[in-house]
């Protein structure tokens, strides 16, 4: 038997169903991760950090965690904690450097180097110093570097991307949410540098102290803002979080439902993430979320 068919029709209906494949495959590939409700992993010391705000990291060092306190107890330190069990294992001394209000942290390159990144929303000020070869006893360090900036908001959120540019995000405002990048290159500047400013879009539900954190991945492609209410999650699109923030919908990811979450980060591999909140009677919280 002879078997006949339009040639056209053939290869149209072929182009359907491959499109079909390829684009259910995209959404696969691509789809939002999903993540367990929190873990508590422990409580940390409270005597040491009772204001916790901001999380981050680190890239030299597997299991390792940094924090610091806020306003309420302006000390220029930065907490490297073990992410296992929230203990502290070193106090990090930043010199020179003034904490006014220190309100979020962050870890990513600096030239061929990782740098831990501090955020000073009243002072306006960014710092950034090399992480510690070793961190198992308490140290000074120095050489830090300081960039005061032309960003007039306050803010609560600082992140890196994998080129070393911060990014810091508007809060305490109703209306106007904005997104500010400073470029990897501006930290040999002794004067005021400007910071790139664009519009961010409408989220939901958010309170006027939002957003109180974020982190990007160290390979760059996840991105994470964390809001009283839930977390935001996007994957960052042809290494541009700026553009991936303005275009594209996030998903909404878990976060702790009471108390006041100060801070959020990617561990180290980018698969799970963390959060802790600030305590007044018990040690601050840090709080896991594992990957399904």
């Known amino acids: 038997m002879i078997v006949c068919f339009n040639g056209n029709s053939f290869i149209m209906k072929l182009h359907m169903q491959l499109v079909v494949l390829i ?25 040491r950090v009772s204001e916790a705000s901001g999380l981050a990291a680190s890239r030299k060092h597997r299991g390792v965690l940094y924090t610091h306190n806020d306003a309420d107890k302006p000390e220029p330190f930065v907490y490297a904690i073990n992410a296992t069990n929230a203990a502290i294992i070193s106090t990090l001394r930043l010199f020179p450097a003034e904490n006014h209000d220190w309100e979020d942290i962050a870890v ?42 032309d960003w007039s908001h306050q803010f609560d959120t600082l992140m890196i ?17 904005l997104i500010g990048r400073l470029s990897r290159d501006a930290w040999n500047n002794s004067h005021t540098v400007q910071i790139e400013t664009f519009q961010l879009p409408h989220l939901h539900h958010l309170h ?12 760059g492609t996840q991105l994470l803002l964390l809001t009283e209410e839930q977390v935001y999650y996007w994957k960052v699109h042809n290494d541009d979080v700026i553009g991936t923030l303005r275009h594209n919908s996030p998903t909404v990811l878990p976060t702790k439902t009471h108390g006041v979450v100060e801070g959020i980060c990617w561990d180290q591999a980018g698969v799970n993430y963390y959060e802790i909140a600030e305590s007044y009677h018990t040690g601050p919280p840090l709080l896991i979320f594992n990957r399904r």
Request: a negative charge; glycine letters at 6%.
């Open 208 to 219: 006027s102290s939002d957003p109180k954190s974020g982190d990007i991945s160290a390979d």
């Open 108 to 149: 990513g390159p600096c030239g061929d180097r990782s740098c831990i990144y501090v955020g000073d929303s009243s002072s306006h000020k960014l710092y950034r110093v090399e992480e510690p070869d070793y961190i198992h006893s308490d140290q000074i360090l120095t050489d830090v570097l300081a960039v005061h900036t």
């Open 23 to 47: 684009t259910g495959w995209a959404s696969i590939c691509f789809a939002a991760p999903s993540f367990h409700d929190e873990t508590l992993v422990a409580h940390m010391d409270n005597l």
């Open 161 to 177: 991307d994998r080129h070393g540019n911060a990014y810091v995000v508007r809060s305490h405002i109703d209306q106007d949410r």
